[in-house]
């Protein structure tokens, strides 16, 4: 069929797909609040259908369709088939059960509670990720091209056991809150104070920084040289002062086991941690700069308020019969791995395949700027796919494509993101055993609300709280948070995770009840909204606003020109 352009105010959409016109797309800001770059659309976008269009194949849950707006990703879940009650519960029992046995078949207690996950599923993606290390970054042109092919499908394998495991430990998650909900109703403990048993990965990094910046703190020379640098300058005034030699080894140390990280997830023409450590010095700056900040004290109470909660729970289920508290037992154990789980795969599944890939990349870009193709290397982004070995047989400098495609990026950087594309779903799709915990834990899509000073989400963490919001598009705008202010971006990641304990509240455009800023928010006893939509482009920095983190309702007190008051 021919391109149909549809003429939607500031944000035009081409329709090259009739089928897709259909369908009702869901702008993902979770982690992808950016528009991608051509080679980001092509090789993200293969990377994650395949992975969910295996795990949904496998659960019998229809299919996943990845498009890009603009630039801006969009997804749908689709084809769900009608199941009747005996299939669905075939389902659960020949697809699902399997795999939670292997998750969380152990007792909590035994050494080996973790095995599947760290001996099994965890084992398999680092040997991938091992494999995508070891790629000859310096071979001809051709040799890279194909360890892209190569890299595409240990990617895709990555992104499948991904989608894979995600609905599982969710499932987990689902049954204990039912069963919770089931014994206490609204009346006890939030079941989610109970979860976190185990320290994952990314928290331990973020004690290790805090511990350097504790340490830091003691020096008074360099406590004043990390206080009074801009964090663009610190890298090199450090490697400058021979005081800093031993706090420099140990930052290097620090990005060789945690620097396969960034701010967003899926792009691959931003600097990780290990390109470029500013966001780590960022948040190292923000440790030097409050002593008062006990974070291993704060854990450690976590870690107490955590087993309180578990020992109030059991006190109140002694007079319960047995067999009830056998089974609260075995999905409380089960349900505290799976958290874990969740948090310990952000690294492995997400982070770090996409610093390899971005090697690679930057890799053949280097090679086409010495054929003349490219002027910089980084222009590799700007490419398709489909481009790369056509180019490699015949090259011939592609600069004025790129200049018009990095104008075109620059323009949808300015625009705003339909947050849905389509017409809304005015039913759930057909039941399935996954698609309804996917559902029941993130909710359908919420409709804007007609009170244009309100703004509706999901209640992430319990509190009421009035304030004047900070709108930070990016990490590295931190400093602008005073304390008191009310944190709003689109989405937060680990990396955001210490500038949490200087906000009063959070609201964020996208994400669930597990969500990265749900889940810390819970855990730092933040009142929290997310899931608006639209919060960070509605608000402007100085503007109050009443947030309810249990109704999930922002309500907008001050005008919308409050910072140019």
């Known amino acids: 069929m021919a391109d149909i352009e549809e003429l939607t105010p500031d944000f035009p959409i081409i329709w090259t797909d009739a089928e897709d016109q259909t369908r009702f797309w869901a702008y993902s800001g979770n982690y992808m609040p950016a528009p991608f770059a051509p080679v980001e659309q092509d090789l993200f976008g293969h990377i994650i259908a395949q992975g969910w269009n295996y795990a949904l194949t496998h659960f019998r849950a229809g299919r996943f369709h990845v498009k890009f707006f603009n630039g801006y990703y969009y997804d749908v879940m689709d084809s769900t088939p009608v199941l009747s009650t005996a299939e669905c519960e075939a389902v659960k029992v020949e697809k699902i059960a399997p795999l939670i046995a292997q998750f969380a078949g152990a007792p909590a207690a035994d050494p080996a509670a973790f095995q599947v996950w760290s001996e099994g599923w965890l084992a398999e993606v680092k040997q991938q990720l091992a494999a995508l290390a070891r790629y000859d970054l310096t071979q001809p042109l051709p040799a890279l091209l194909a360890d892209l092919d190569d890299a595409s499908r240990r990617a895709a394998r990555i992104s499948e056991r991904h989608a894979q495991q995600f609905p599982i430990l969710n499932t987990i998650l689902f049954e204990f809150e039912q069963f919770y909900q089931d014994l206490f109703g609204q009346e006890g403990l939030p079941h989610y104070q109970l979860l976190h048993q185990y320290e994952p990965y990314l928290i331990k990094g973020n004690r290790r920084l805090w511990e350097l910046g504790r340490r830091i703190q003691r020096q008074p020379a360099l406590s004043a040289l990390f206080l009074n640098t801009k964090p663009e300058?610190?890298?090199?005034?450090?490697?400058?002062?021979?005081?800093?030699?031993?706090?420099?080894?140990?930052?290097?140390?620090?990005?060789?086991?945690?620097?396969?990280?960034?701010?967003?997830?899926?792009?691959?023409?931003?600097?990780?941690?290990?390109?470029?450590?500013?966001?780590?010095?960022?948040?190292?700056?923000?440790?030097?700069?409050?002593?008062?900040?006990?974070?291993?004290?704060?854990?450690?109470?976590?870690?107490?308020?955590?087993?309180?909660?578990?020992?109030?729970?059991?006190?109140?289920?002694?007079?319960?019969?047995?067999?009830?508290?056998?089974?609260?037992?075995?999905?409380?154990?089960?349900?505290?791995?799976?958290?874990?789980?969740?948090?310990?795969?952000?690294?492995?599944?997400?982070?770090?395949?996409?610093?390899?890939?971005?090697?690679?990349?930057?890799?053949?870009?280097?090679?086409?700027?010495?054929?003349?193709?490219?002027?910089?290397?980084?222009?590799?982004?700007?490419?398709?796919?489909?481009?790369?070995?056509?180019?490699?047989?015949?090259?011939?400098?592609?600069?004025?494509?790129?200049?018009?495609?990095?104008?075109?990026?620059?323009?949808?950087?300015?625009?705003?993101?339909?947050?849905?594309?389509?017409?809304?779903?005015?039913?759930?799709?057909?039941?399935?055993?996954?698609?309804?915990?996917?559902?029941?834990?993130?909710?359908?899509?919420?409709?804007?609300?007609?009170?244009?000073?309100?703004?509706?989400?999901?209640?992430?963490?319990?509190?009421?709280?009035?304030?004047?919001?900070?709108?930070?598009?990016?990490?590295?705008?931190?400093?602008?948070?005073?304390?008191?202010?009310?944190?709003?971006?689109?989405?937060?990641?680990?990396?955001?995770?210490?500038?949490?304990?200087?906000?009063?509240?959070?609201?964020?455009?996208?994400?669930?009840?597990?969500?990265?800023?749900?889940?810390?928010?819970?855990?730092?006893?933040?009142?929290?909204?997310?899931?608006?939509?639209?919060?960070?482009?509605?608000?402007?920095?100085?503007?109050?606003?009443?947030?309810?983190?249990?109704?999930?309702?922002?309500?907008?007190?001050?005008?919308?020109?409050?910072?140019?008051?």
Request: net charge negative; glycine share 8%; hydrophobic share 45%.
């Open 233 to 565: 300058n610190l890298w090199s005034q450090l490697a400058a002062a021979p005081e800093a030699r031993l706090i420099l080894s140990e930052l290097q140390t620090f990005l060789d086991d945690y620097g396969k990280q960034g701010e967003m997830i899926g792009y691959f023409r931003f600097p990780y941690w290990a390109d470029d450590p500013t966001p780590v010095l960022i948040n190292l700056q923000t440790h030097v700069a409050h002593p008062e900040h006990d974070l291993a004290g704060e854990l450690y109470r976590k870690q107490q308020q955590q087993a309180a909660a578990v020992a109030a729970v059991r006190g109140q289920l002694i007079p319960y019969p047995q067999p009830v508290i056998d089974q609260f037992e075995a999905l409380l154990a089960k349900a505290q791995k799976a958290t874990f789980m969740l948090d310990e795969h952000i690294y492995w599944m997400e982070l770090a395949p996409g610093y390899h890939l971005r090697q690679l990349l930057l890799a053949i870009g280097r090679a086409f700027q010495q054929t003349g193709c490219l002027e910089q290397a980084d222009d590799i982004f700007y490419l398709r796919l489909a481009e790369l070995r056509p180019l490699a047989a015949r090259p011939v400098s592609q600069a004025a494509l790129i200049a018009e495609r990095k104008a075109e990026m620059a323009r949808w950087e300015q625009m705003t993101p339909l947050p849905f594309i389509g017409e809304f779903p005015t039913e759930p799709p057909p039941s399935n055993p996954v698609m309804d915990v996917i559902f029941a834990l993130y909710g359908m899509p919420l409709p804007p609300p007609e009170d244009p000073q309100l703004l509706v989400g999901y209640g992430a963490s319990p509190g009421i709280v009035q304030g004047p919001v900070k709108v930070l598009r990016s990490i590295r705008e931190a400093a602008k948070l005073e304390p008191g202010d009310i944190l709003v971006t689109n989405m937060t990641t680990p990396t955001w995770t210490p500038i949490f304990a200087n906000v009063a509240g959070i609201i964020t455009d996208s994400g669930g009840m597990l969500s990265h800023p749900a889940i810390v928010a819970r855990e730092m006893g933040i009142p929290a909204v997310v899931g608006t939509g639209q919060a960070s482009f509605v608000l402007q920095d100085g503007q109050q606003v009443l947030l309810d983190g249990t109704t999930g309702q922002v309500r907008i007190l001050g005008p919308q020109n409050a910072a140019a008051a």
